[in-house]
């Protein structure tokens, strides 16, 4: 059976903020994925399609609601092991995400620990099964896309603080928006191989210039003035722990890649800062008057700062040493 023609990423209406967040998902896994908060009907499972397409042929699954533990990591066959001296492997979930991309509808009703199960093997790209003494492990690298409906439920701060990225989705589009988005869909709906043919063009750039991204991120130095910029921004924003801080230069140099640069500018960390604190901010934390963000190449829509979402709050401009631009050592060279 030919797997369904999906909608293709390049022809959604809209929705900059989140289509930019993925496809720095796409250039740099380690980045950690994406949360996408909204309410139903706004097409987030479309936009998490589409980004197994810029990854190349690897898979898209679905983590299937209610799945259990056995069901996500696979199981161990222990008669074989018994009598066969090895250990059957059953995969799950997991194994077949391996590659390409991980998708897990209102992730916030899953049991807490099976989210947090699910963290740690996105995080450490290995899954382990143990019982009776008996392990087996396999490689599961992907790209984790998870949504939540905040009405039906919210997150711990441990597990929301684990996701790299978190988009807010505007559950109101103009009328404009929503015509356009309409016509698309029932375009697709009536002949989905030409609506596919028709932005094939679109959809192809869009894939190359992640391709293209994710050959030059490692060449671009992870140095010193961003991490003073970034570090200066959690720490007035409140944020506990420090993984905001390594998200978000990981998320500005795939950002600084996106746009062809040979080292991540301040642009770059003013694009994706709401990405990286919109779901580590704390409450207590002094909240600014926004700025504008700092202008883009052409081509870059203003909404990829954060639709719906806004600046977090630029902090007034700080005096800092100019000067060469010095690397952190031994980072330049890691992915």
Partial sequence: ??????????????????????????????????LIEGPRGMAKSTLARGLADLLGD??????????????????????????????????????????????????????????????????????????????????????LIGTMNPEEGELRPQ?????GLNVALDGLPAPQARQQIIRRRLAFDNDPQAFCAEWAGAQAQLRERCHGARQRLASIPLDEQSLAWITERC?????DGLRADLVWLRAARAHAAWRASPAIEEEDVEAVAEFALRHR??????????????????????EQQGEGQGSWGALPPQPVATGARREVPNWAKKP
């Fill in 58 to 143: 690897g898979p898209f699954v679905t983590l299937p609601l209610g799945a259990s533990e056995e069901r996500l990591v696979g199981t161990l066959d222990l008669d074989a092991a018994l009598g066969q001296g090895q250990a059957r492997f059953a995969p799950g979930v997991l194994a077949h995400a391996d590659g390409g991309v991980l998708y897990v509808d209102e992730v916030n009703l899953l049991p807490d620990a099976l989210v947090d199960l699910l963290l740690d093997v996105a995080a450490s790209g290995i899954n382990r099964v143990e019982r009776d003494g008996i392990s087996h492990q396999h490689a599961a690298r992907f790209v």
């Fill in 281 to 302: 901010r704390s409450a207590h934390a002094p909240q600014p008057q926004a700025t504008p963000p700092a202008g883009g190449e052409q081509g870059q829509q203003p």
């Fill in 235 to 239: 720490y007035a924003a409140g944020v």
């Fill in 159 to 163: 597990l929301l603080d684990r996701f």
């Fill in 1 to 34: 059976m030919s797997e369904p023609v999906q909608f293709p990423l390049a022809a959604v209406v809209g929705a900059e903020a989140l289509k930019l967040a993925l496809c720095l998902t796409a250039i740099d896994p380690k980045i950690g994925g994406v």
